[in-house]
């Protein structure tokens, strides 16, 4: 089974919006990024059918939100220590949601669209959860995802901040504020983020 055969499946079980303006924002976003990160050979190279498949999955990244209490997710402020662990837990709590979709377990990225829902905000540092993972034991195009869901938040207003410019959240991310990334992924975005940009947002 392919995943298009089981997009249908995942937006009947409401674990995929994909036709948002946020979601079509993100899907963009990393799809642009992906583009830009194997062009430039700071992942290995993607076919264009990569490119639309990881985007795609790309969406799914952050589908165990939904097991966090709304009260936290619309909490003004700092966390506390329970409550961010709450938040964390996202990433295994969707893991749980996708083997919940029967059709998802049989199609050939069912590993993939896990990985990334587990995995993106591990940093290469290692300092990242649930697994803590470093370096190239985080998968390529699960890091760029990562890169784009932090970048992406912080031109996003929330309930505990406003949207930052986009220098400022360039900066930001340069300067490690959403966590370590790969050096050789931060050198290529910072190079080709307005282009990435233009492309994603214009």
């Known amino acids: 089974m392919n995943l298009e055969a089981v997009l249908p499946a995942l937006r009947r079980a409401g ?11 993100f899907q963009r976003l990393t ?20 490119i639309q498949r990881y985007s795609t999955l790309a ?12 009260e936290i997710l619309e909490k003004p402020g700092s966390l ?37 829902c587990r995995h993106h905000h591990e940093r290469w540092d290692g300092s990242g959860y649930p ?8 998968t390529p195009w699960v890091q760029a995802v990562g890169l784009a869901d932090a970048f992406d938040a912080l031109l996003r207003s929330s309930v505990y901040k406003p949207a930052y410019p986009l220098g400022q959240a360039v900066g930001m991310i340069r300067g490690g504020a ?22 994603a947002f214009g």
């Open 15 to 25: 674990l995929l919006l994909d036709h948002t303006p946020r979601s079509v924002r």
């Open 31 to 50: 799809a642009c990024l992906l583009q830009t990160l194997s062009d430039s050979a700071a992942i290995p190279a993607l076919s264009a059918g990569d």
């Open 59 to 70: 969406l799914l990244h952050d589908i165990g939100m939904r097991t966090v209490p709304r």
């Open 80 to 116: 506390t220590r329970e409550e961010f662990l709450t938040v964390k837990a996202h990433t295994t709590q969707g893991c749980g949601l996708l083997e919940g979709v029967p059709e998802l377990r049989e199609c050939g990225v069912f590993p993939d669209v896990c990985d990334v």
């Open 131 to 138: 697994d803590r993972l470093a370096g190239p034991e985080i």
């Open 178 to 199: 959403c966590g370590a990334f790969d050096p050789a992924m931060l050198v290529c975005f910072s190079q080709n983020i307005r282009a990435i940009c233009g492309a």
